[in-house]
């Protein structure tokens, strides 16, 4: 799935915990590593790395060191095409004094412009647990069935106790509304004839995956565009969030998707997972 990954190293107090959560996940997939640094190399820093990657027993026989200078998101992303990279690995920022986590301007303009997909993690810990339950949004963006691929194989190999597939129908609110002067049982199975089609498709493509030990929820929900998916995902306490990313020519529905990506963006509900099409 992931062949290659690269993890963006910072020297701040959640450095070192992202490059054990990447040297975890470098195992998981059994990849190779890119470790990406971006600032003026000086004595200090060369000597504060060697003691991160003792401190977290790197194998350094299996990872290279990308140390440049440049804009932080120019440079990361210019690294990862030259590498191949396949995934991006990152942390999150906390706003001060309040307990909300969100993505900075760099990681924003990486998430928008990457050609890989990007991880970002919430809360790093320098004792790494697996993604024990897993949310991804099952519709929107070019390929779909891609994110739902990624979350059913990471699942799999992370062991994940439940899969929670989230479909939200977009133009629920005006399809009842062109409904709404249908008598009320016209109107009650129009409403359950949208969601049977939407659990119908989401099915189509679960049988076209390896979902075998998987313990599967899927949901259907509607609302204003990423809220559902962010309250889900807090209300059941997930390890991850798994969305699909847009690709570089958007449609209708790539925009609309795209609004939801930016909801989330603004306050993390959990880990976030954007799987490139």
Same mark, same amino acid.
């Given at each position: 799935m992931f062949k290659k990954l690269a993890v963006a190293i910072a020297f701040s107090p959640t450095g070192e915990a992202v490059l054990w959560e990447?040297?975890?996940?470098? =195992?998981? #997939?059994?990849?190779?590593? %890119?470790?990406?640094?971006?600032?003026?190399?000086?004595?200090?820093?060369?000597?504060?790395?060697?003691?991160?990657?003792?401190?977290?027993?790197?194998?350094?026989?299996?990872?290279?060191?990308?140390?440049?200078?440049?804009?932080?998101?120019?440079?990361?992303?210019e690294i990862c095409r030259r590498e191949e990279v396949d995934l991006l690995i990152a942390g999150a920022l906390r706003k001060e004094n309040l307990f909300q986590y969100y993505i900075g301007s760099v990681a924003r303009d990486i998430l928008r412009k990457a050609?890989?997909?990007?991880?970002?993690?919430?809360?790093?810990?320098?004792?790494? =647990?697996? #993604?024990?339950?897993?949310? %991804?949004?099952?519709?929107?963006g070019r390929n779909p069935r891609k994110s739902l691929k990624v979350a059913c194989d990471l699942g799999k190999r992370d062991q994940a106790s439940i899969l929670h597939l989230i479909r939200e129908i977009k133009l629920y609110g005006l399809s009842l509304a062109v409904a709404s002067e249908d008598s009320e049982e016209e109107y009650s199975e129009t409403r359950k004839n949208l969601v049977n089609e939407e659990l119908k498709e989401v099915q189509a493509k679960l049988d076209k995956l390896d979902t075998e030990d998987l313990r599967i929820n899927i949901k259907i929900t509607a609302g204003k565009a990423g809220h559902e998916l962010a309250k889900f995902t807090?209300?059941?306490?997930?390890?991850?969030?798994?969305?699909?990313?847009?690709?570089?020519?958007?449609?209708?529905?790539?925009?609309?998707?795209?609004?939801?990506?930016?909801?989330?963006?603004?306050?993390?509900?959990?880990?976030?997972?954007?799987?490139?099409?």
């Open positions: 990447a040297v975890r996940l470098q =195992q998981l #997939f059994e990849a190779e590593m %890119v470790l990406i640094h971006i600032g003026e190399r000086s004595d200090e820093d060369v000597k504060q790395l060697d003691e991160m990657l003792d401190q977290v027993k790197v194998d350094r026989g299996k990872v290279k060191l990308c140390w440049e200078n440049g804009a932080p998101s120019k440079k990361i992303l050609d890989c997909s990007v991880m970002v993690l919430v809360t790093p810990s320098s004792h790494p =647990q697996n #993604f024990d339950n897993i949310v %991804v949004q099952a519709g929107g807090r209300r059941t306490n997930a390890d991850l969030l798994v969305m699909q990313g847009m690709g570089r020519k958007l449609g209708l529905f790539d925009r609309i998707f795209r609004q939801d990506l930016e909801y989330i963006m603004s306050d993390l509900p959990s880990n976030l997972l954007i799987v490139h099409p």
